[in-house]
């Protein structure tokens, strides 16, 4: 049975940071991409990071420069390192694992149940 579990979200102040954590079992990720996305209330679901079995990693705009992916094959385990956080970076943050997956959405298979990151003022 594949599981995404991820953890480390919390609620912390504009500016400051948060290491997320996602740990998948069930099979080995290593020729996967992961990734992050994220939901905010009443907004869809977006792209946040993705990092490809080669480590090629992939952003986007709005955290670019903030935001750090990267990944444990060993662990299984891929990691969302954010600085300088944002009122408007407060959503629910999951992990997920597809194939060529990418930045579409709709490629990824495999998704965790996510982890509340909240920012505050």
């Known amino acids: ?12 102040q504009a500016g400051g940071s948060l290491r997320l954590s996602c740990v ?4 080995t990720f290593s020729t996967d991409y992961m990734a992050w996305f994220r939901q905010a209330p009443g907004k869809e679901r977006e792209f946040v990071a993705a990092i490809s079995w ?3 990693t992939y952003y986007a705009d709005s ?9 444990d094959k060993a662990k ?3 990691y969302l390192q954010m ?5 408007e970076d407060t959503a629910v943050y999951h992990c997920a694992a597809g194939v060529n997956a990418g930045r579409w ?5 495999y998704w965790g149940q996510g982890t509340q990151v ?4």
Do not use: D
Not at 24 to 27: D, H, M, N, P
Not at 118 to 121: A, D, G, P, R
């Open 1 to 12: 049975q594949v599981q995404l579990v991820e953890s480390g979200g919390g609620l912390v």
């Open 24 to 27: 998948a079992s069930g099979r």
């Open 83 to 87: 600085n300088s956080l944002k009122l």
């Open 76 to 78: 299984n385990t891929v």
């Open 118 to 121: 909240t920012v505050s003022s």
């Open 54 to 56: 080669s480590f090629s």
């Open 105 to 109: 959405m709709s490629a990824y298979n």
């Open 63 to 71: 955290v670019k420069g903030r935001f750090t992916i990267s990944r």
